[in-house]
């Protein structure tokens, strides 16, 4: 399972490290250390995190999230996969971003809830990168 720095996560957030720091030192969110003694948060744990905050509102002290290029860097919070076609879905700071894509797409790309993407939008389409 990959694992997220506090500044990672931040950004995938959309907020600053200081707020990210904050809401684990509140308990927020769980987060562990690693041998250098960096905390970090796992995978599935900041993808539902993310769900969280973005129902609860913007990000850090109101500031906007937005995207340059239409690009959404974020983190994969579901993946569901049928026998031909798939759904995935991204939290990219506030915004929550669905595609939908065939399967063979998200196994090539080793799509999973908990690593990085990026949600590319043109038009009605959102093509997904894998980060």
Same mark, same amino acid.
């Given at each position: 399972?990959?694992?997220?720095?506090?500044?990672?996560?931040?950004?995938?957030?959309? =907020?600053? /490290? $200081?707020?990210?720091?904050?809401w684990?030192?509140?308990?927020?969110?769980?987060?562990?250390?690693? $041998?250098?003694?960096?905390?970090?948060?796992?995978?599935? $744990?900041?993808?539902?995190?993310?769900?969280?905050? /973005?129902q609860?509102?913007?990000?850090?002290?109101? =500031? *906007?999230?937005?995207?340059?290029?239409?690009a959404? *860097?974020?983190?994969?919070? /579901? =993946?569901?996969?049928?026998?031909?076609?798939?759904?995935?879905?991204?939290?990219a700071? *506030?915004?929550?971003? =669905?595609?939908?894509?065939?399967?063979?797409?998200?196994?090539?790309?080793?799509?999973?809830?908990?690593?990085? /993407?990026?949600?590319?939008v043109?038009?009605t389409n959102?093509?997904? $990168?894998?980060?």
């Amino acid at each position: 399972m990959q694992s997220y720095t506090i500044g990672q996560a931040a950004r995938l957030l959309g =907020v600053s /490290a $200081d707020t990210a720091r904050r809401w684990a030192d509140a308990g927020r969110v769980a987060t562990h250390r690693d $041998d250098s003694g960096r905390r970090l948060i796992d995978g599935r $744990d900041l993808a539902a995190f993310s769900v969280e905050v /973005a129902q609860g509102g913007a990000g850090e002290e109101g =500031v *906007p999230y937005t995207s340059a290029r239409n690009a959404f *860097p974020g983190i994969v919070t /579901a =993946v569901k996969l049928g026998d031909v076609a798939a759904q995935v879905e991204i939290q990219a700071g *506030p915004h929550r971003l =669905v595609s939908l894509l065939t399967r063979e797409a998200v196994e090539e790309l080793g799509l999973e809830v908990g690593m990085r /993407a990026t949600a590319r939008v043109k038009s009605t389409n959102v093509h997904i $990168d894998r980060a």
